[in-house]
């Protein structure tokens, strides 16, 4: 018999079989977070539960389970995080050290009020463990069931080895044959979409080889100041595309909460450590935070950061999705890696889904769709989509002697275009344009089929698109990519930076330009818009101002209250 103080000289009694260890990763001593708990034990508005007079109750963050209250227990129950991050940095997750961790703090907490009665514990699921103040107690290789004698308390600690580990914990009180279960769920993973306020934006400061990106640079600082972080290119190979190396997530509790990098194999595009590859270590890695990727490292450019969006929340065929849903480009032969994919699907609260972007050059859907948040609109967003035909009715509209003096060079600096009259005039061009225009409306339809979008969702951005050299029949934008944008925070304001297109003779007049006011009018009054010039380094380099940058946001999530219905319950059935 093993016997644990719980802080004084009672005893837990431990009894009966081993339950299978899960082949994954623990850690030791709780924190509570900040759900709203009422001074009823309620959790957020709902009626107080029932007085529980001498019941057993197991006490959760959120509020207590007993036997004739078993709402806050049932599925998915008391939730964690997957205590996979290295709080003590010994070099390795806190799962493997099995409570030991210093400064541990990714633990589901409980309380157990048993009216010193005896109370019998027993745990179904694998890859978990519950610890007393003195360790372990049940799970992951140790005792399947437990009880608890001569004592009026127990506080416990809950921990979960991956996301979505489930598990069952019932609870028996001995003397009265009367048991409850509590469900166990740890958070799935997370990633961010555009409706979450921006906490952090970042970009590389490039100079060198004859170019640089110094208004690209000072336009985001001008703006936002100390919540901009300028990367320093010398330490990264002067690597530009920062959305393209990582993306941002996490997984979130009452009690507990980790922050997640999703660390594509992009590698800088060259060898592991190179371009931007160190970059989420350098910044990022230690206490509360997780570094992840999936499958091999042969990766091509469809796995990189760009080909990798999230909807805000949607609701398609009476499903609702309140954290919205991934989505990636790809075709059948020509797709991220399958790891990856079953990775996300695995997650099931962001259901994904794969339009076709191998049309293009790069193959990032980031260059011709995003979201964009608006208040007025129906569904809270509007869906921004690259589109031929609006640009060629402002393009015609317009004087074709214009001169555009940023389009005039060849080579890395240009198009070799002298007028606005030379697009219009363009036969290819037109051509070319009407068949992407086919692609683009084919691809609206996947996209209205999978979000649930209905025509006035859609805010339709003039673009035109080329066949530079070396990308054969592939295609990248001519007018630089406006759909390929960022949306961030500026104190209470929604405020977006986008690729100034240049369609004008005086480049310093922005006022002057056709397409921006256009834009301006286009998109809703509620935010500020900002046209930065990325022409040199990420235009001419096939890529745009979502391309160049990474955004940290803020998380509001109660999965656990409203995305049960997406997650498979595999525990308790």
Not at 263 to 282: C, M, V, Y
Not at 340 to 352: D, G, H, R, W
Not at 386 to 405: F, K, V, Y
Request: with cysteine.
């Amino acid at each position: 018999m093993r016997t644990f103080s719980n802080g004084s000289a009672l005893a837990f009694v431990i009894a009966l079989s081993v339950m299978a260890c899960d082949t994954k990763n623990p850690g030791a001593d709780g924190t509570v977070g900040d759900s709203t708990v009422d001074d009823t034990g309620a959790a957020g508005g709902d009626p107080p539960p029932p007085d529980p007079g001498d019941a057993i109750v197991v006490e959760t963050t959120i509020g207590p389970v007993y036997a004739e209250y078993p709402d806050l227990g049932a599925f998915p129950g008391l939730v964690g995080v997957p205590n996979l991050d290295d709080d003590d940095e010994v070099g390795g997750p806190d799962w493997d050290q099995v409570g030991e961790a210093g400064g541990d703090n990714d633990f589901a907490l409980a309380t157990v009020e048993t009216q010193g009665r005896p109370v019998e514990l027993s745990l179904t699921g694998e890859g978990l463990r519950i610890y007393s103040a003195d360790g372990l107690i049940l799970g992951d290789g140790g005792e399947s069931e437990a009880t608890l004698s001569g004592i009026e308390s127990a506080d416990l600690r809950i921990e979960f080895s991956d996301f979505l580990v489930q598990g069952l914990l019932t609870v028996t009180d001995v003397e009265r044959s009367e048991s409850f279960e509590v469900a166990l769920t740890a958070s799935p993973l997370f990633f961010n979409h555009h409706l979450q306020a921006a906490e952090m934006t970042m970009a590389t400061a490039i100079s060198g080889w004859g170019y640089d990106n110094d208004e690209f640079i000072e336009g985001y600082e001008d703006i936002l100041g100390n919540n901009f972080n300028r990367m320093v290119g010398g330490r990264y190979d002067n690597d530009p595309w920062v959305q393209d190396e990582f993306e941002f997530g996490y997984a979130t509790s009452p009690d507990a909460h980790l922050d997640v990098i999703f660390d594509t194999h992009r590698n800088g595009q060259g060898a592991p450590g190179d371009g931007l590859d160190d970059f989420p270590e350098d910044e990022y890695e230690g206490p509360d935070w997780l570094i992840v990727n999936w499958g091999p490292r042969n990766a091509l450019s469809v796995d990189y950061g760009g080909n990798f969006e999230i909807s805000p929340p949607v609701t398609v065929d009476g499903t609702h999705y309140p954290y919205g849903r991934v989505y990636y480009g790809g075709t059948p032969g020509y797709e991220p890696l399958r790891a990856t994919q079953l990775a996300v699907e695995s997650m099931e609260v962001q259901k994904p889904f794969m339009p076709d972007s191998t049309w293009l050059c790069v193959g990032h859907v980031d260059e011709f769709t995003t979201t964009i948040p608006d208040p007025t609109a129906p569904k809270g967003f509007r869906f921004v989509l690259s589109d031929t035909r609006s640009a060629w009715t402002l393009l015609e509209g317009l004087d074709p002697d214009t001169n555009l003096p940023q389009y005039a060079p060849g080579g890395w600096s240009g198009h070799s275009i002298d007028t606005i009259g030379e697009i219009v005039d363009d036969g290819a061009l037109r051509s070319l344009n009407s068949e992407i225009q086919e692609i683009l409306d084919e691809q609206k339809a996947i996209f209205v089929e999978e979000l649930g979008l209905d025509e006035e969702d859609i805010l339709y951005m003039p673009s035109l698109f080329e066949e530079p050299n070396g990308c054969g029949s592939w295609v990248a934008a001519l007018i630089p990519g406006m759909a390929n944008l960022i949306v961030d925070t500026v104190g209470d304001r929604t405020t977006v930076f986008l690729a100034d297109p240049f369609m004008r003779s005086d480049v310093s007049d922005q006022a002057s330009d056709p397409l921006i006011s256009h834009v301006q009018d286009l998109f809703p009054d509620t935010m500020d818009l900002v046209f930065l010039d990325d022409w040199e380094v990420y235009h001419m380099g096939l890529g745009e101002v979502h391309c160049g940058s990474n955004v940290e946001r803020e998380v509001d999530n109660a999965w656990w209250e409203d995305a049960g219905h997406l997650i498979t319950q595999e525990v308790g059935r």
